[in-house]
């Protein structure tokens, strides 16, 4: 019987097209793609600035008011507008993304993902308003 | 023995940073980054701010939110340097970078949450 396979040695090459550094340049969905995975640079920002509010605080009261001064600075602005801007962009595109993400049976039956979604909207505007009462309120 | 991949974890943070930095972030920054420097609204007094933080719940809630959003960083900005620039053959080095940066943020702000008075 003569043998079906005859195996070799030879190994394919990938089928793989050589991609620009800046493929996301391309289309307007590859920009958005980056810009919301830029979101994070901002993230961390705010952690450092976060920070150094929380220090400035534990310092004492001149310290504060120095942090307050140095936020009105044009570039520290500048900067929070922009973060401000990209860390919306990363809430909104994390919270759509969720339902995928998630998935939740509540009595063996899913629930829809336009309610995980929209349960996701609700506690942010919780948060929200839960700090901005924590800080101005009372 | 099996063998335990950090991976599954990592992603974990990245998901739990990604969702508290979305519902807590975006009010602070407007707060605090817009709002107050340019007047709109009038700051907490110190003593006002020394009352919201010296609650150890307020304090617990920003080293989680710190801590998760620092992975949260460190895990998105290692795959857009992979992805998106396309720098592979650092992937290690980046790796390391990255989570070693998030560790020492993370170490820092427990520190500065304890020294809250």
Known sequence: MARSHVYTDYHPRWLRRNLSTYWWLEKRAYLAFILREGSCMFVAWFVAYLLLLVRAVTIGPGSYAQFLEWSAAPWVLAVNIVAFVFIVYHAVTFFVAAPQAMVVHIRRKRVPSYLVLAGHYVAWAIASVFVSWLLLGA | ?117
């Open chain 2, 1 to 117: 023995m099996i063998k335990r991949h950090p991976e599954p974890l990592l992603w974990m943070l990245f998901s739990a940073g990604g969702v508290i930095s979305g519902m807590l972030m975006p009010i602070l920054v407007l707060l605090f980054g817009i709002a107050f420097p340019l007047a709109w609204l009038t700051p907490p007094s110190h003593e006002q701010m020394l009352a919201v933080l010296g609650n150890p719940l307020t304090r617990l809630a920003l080293l989680a939110l710190c801590v998760l959003s620092l992975f949260h960083w460190a895990h998105r900005f290692r795959h857009t340097l992979y992805d998106g620039l396309q720098i592979k053959h650092l992937n290690e080095v980046i790796a390391l970078v990255s989570y070693g940066i998030a560790v020492v943020g993370s170490v820092a702000a427990a520190y500065l949450m304890w020294q809250v008075p």
